[in-house]
C-alpha cells in the first residue's frame, strides 16, 4: 500500500501564494502519473494538475499560468506551487498516485488538505 501525506495547505488572501506538498512512502520512479486533484463543497473532484514519469505536465485551464506542478524524485515529494490564488480556488486538494511496484499496480491517494483564499 502507497502512503501520500499532503502538507502546505491553509488560509490565504487573494492574490496569495501557497506550496502544496506530497509525499509518498515510495519512490515516485515508480509512478506512471502523480496528480493534484480538488474538490469544492457540492463539487465534483477535478483534476488541476498532473506529472508525468517523463516529467511531461499537465493543468487544468483554470489553473495555467499560476499553478507548477513538480517533484523531487530524490525526496519521493510532488510539489504544487500555487500562485495568485483566487476564492474559486478554495476546495481539499488531494494527491493522487498511479504506478506499479515489482508489477503490483497501485492507485492512492492522500487525506488531504484544505486550502481557504479568503479576505
Given amino acids: 500500500q502507497v502512503q501520500l501525506v499532503e502538507s502546505g495547505g491553509g488560509l490565504v488572501q487573494p492574490g496569495g501564494s501557497l506550496r502544496l506538498s506530497c509525499a509518498a512512502s515510495v519512490s515516485i520512479v515508480s509512478s506512471n502519473v502523480i496528480g493534484w486533484y480538488r474538490q469544492a463543497p457540492e463539487k ?3 483534476l488541476v494538475a498532473a506529472i508525468l514519469r517523463g ?3 499537465t493543468y487544468a485551464d483554470s489553473v495555467k499560468g ?3 506542478i ?3 524524485n530524490a525526496k ?3 510539489y504544487l506551487q500555487m500562485n495568485n490564488l483566487k ?3 478554495t476546495a481539499v486538494y488531494y494527491c493522487n498516485a498511479e504506478g506499479r511496484i515489482l508489477f503490483t499496480p497501485y492507485n492512492s491517494w492522500g487525506q ?3 486550502v ?3 479576505s
Avoid: L
Wanted: net charge negative; hydrophobic share 10%.
Fill in 44 to 46: 465534483q473532484r477535478e
Fill in 55 to 57: 516529467g511531461s505536465t
Fill in 66 to 68: 499560476r499553478f507548477t
Fill in 70 to 72: 513538480s517533484r523531487d
Fill in 76 to 78: 519521493n515529494t510532488v
Fill in 87 to 89: 476564492s474559486e480556488d
Fill in 112 to 114: 488531504g488538505t484544505q
Fill in 116 to 118: 481557504t483564499v479568503s
